[in-house]
């Protein structure tokens, strides 16, 4: 299966060129894909670990008496 392609526009003459990628820009292209997937994931457990730590948390309050109003409040 050949390589994907990229498009070369030069813009003083306006001739598009579609050039096959070389082996090396395929590896960095998955290799960033890679890296951004794990970026998001990071990302994500960050946010699921900060949603659980919050709902600990206002737990925590509404077991020591506060009702939801003021728990919102703080």
Avoid: F
């Amino acid at each position: 299966m050949p390589n994907p392609t990229k498009l070369i526009v030069d813009c003083s003459t306006g001739i598009s060129t579609e050039v096959e990628l070389t082996d090396a820009e395929v590896a960095q292209r998955e290799a960033d894909a890679a890296a951004y997937a794990a970026e998001e994931a990071a990302k994500e457990a960050a946010a699921t670990a900060k949603a659980t730590a919050k709902a600990s948390a206002e737990a925590k309050l509404a077991a020591l008496g506060l009702t939801a109003d003021e728990i919102a409040a703080l």
